[in-house]
């Protein structure tokens, strides 16, 4: 769902507004009748390991490297 609201009510309502985009509505702001701004849920991406992450021998190899 999108909520549309002036810009000075967005200011008053800053922290309700807050809790609707987490839950993954969106906001637009208007001035003067025009959309100035939107507000919406940050997209998480899936954290990714490095190519080698989970094998111990690769951490192993790259300390022995080092001494």
Request: aromatic residues 2%; proline residues 6%; without cysteine.
């Amino acid at each position: 769902m999108t909520i549309v609201l002036a810009l000075a009510d967005a200011q008053r309502h800053l922290t309700d507004l807050i809790e609707h985009v987490a839950a993954g509505e969106q906001i637009i702001m208007v001035k003067a009748g025009q959309p100035v701004a939107r507000l919406v849920p940050v997209r998480r991406r899936p954290r990714t390991l490095q190519a080698g992450f989970d094998d111990p021998t690769s951490a192993q190899a790259q300390w022995a490297g080092a001494a």
